[in-house]
C-alpha cells in the first residue's frame, strides 16, 4: 500500500566497478571456470578499462582442494593507505560444490583533489624562509 519512488542509473563502465568485477569472478568461478584464468582476465579487463590499479583476491578451497589457501593477482599501484585516493571495493561469494569462495576486488580509479586539500598540501609545501649567514637565533 506504500508507494515507492526508485531511480535507474546507468554504469557508464562496468568494466571498472568493483562490485560487478566481484560478482563476474564468482559467477565464472561457480561456473567451474580455471580461477587462475579467471582472475588474470578480470584485472586485465578492468586495467583496459581505465583502472589505474586493480587487485582481486580470492580465497576458500581453490580447484577443489582439501587445504583452503589465498590467491591474489594485482596490476597497477593500488594506494591503500592514502586518503584521497578513489578506491572502489566489492564483495562477492562463489558457492561451489566444495564450498563457498570468497572474491574481494579494490579498484583505484585516482586520487581526489578538492579545494580544501590543495589548499592544504600547497602550506605545507611551502618552505620557511632560510636565515642568513651569520645570524644567531632569538634566545
Do not use: C
Request: net charge positive; hydrophobic share 40%; no cysteine.
Amino acid at each position: 500500500s506504500k508507494k515507492i519512488s526508485m531511480k535507474v542509473k546507468e554504469i557508464k563502465k562496468p568494466e571498472v566497478e568493483a562490485q560487478l568485477i566481484a560478482m563476474n569472478v564468482a559467477r565464472q568461478l561457480q561456473g567451474r571456470s580455471a580461477f587462475k584464468r579467471v582472475l588474470k582476465m578480470s584485472v586485465m579487463n578492468a586495467m583496459k578499462g581505465g583502472a589505474q590499479g586493480v587487485k582481486v583476491k580470492i580465497s576458500g578451497r581453490l580447484a577443489g582442494a582439501d587445504m583452503a589457501r589465498e590467491q591474489e593477482h594485482k596490476a597497477g599501484r593500488i594506494p591503500l593507505h592514502t586518503l584521497r585516493a578513489d578506491i572502489d571495493y566489492g564483495f562477492a561469494e562463489a558457492n561451489t560444490t566444495y564450498g563457498i569462495i570468497g572474491v574481494k576486488v579494490w579498484v583505484f580509479k585516482g586520487e581526489v583533489f578538492s579545494k580544501e586539500t590543495r589548499q592544504d598540501a600547497g602550506a605545507v609545501l611551502k618552505k620557511k624562509p632560510q636565515r642568513e649567514r651569520g645570524a644567531k637565533k632569538d634566545a
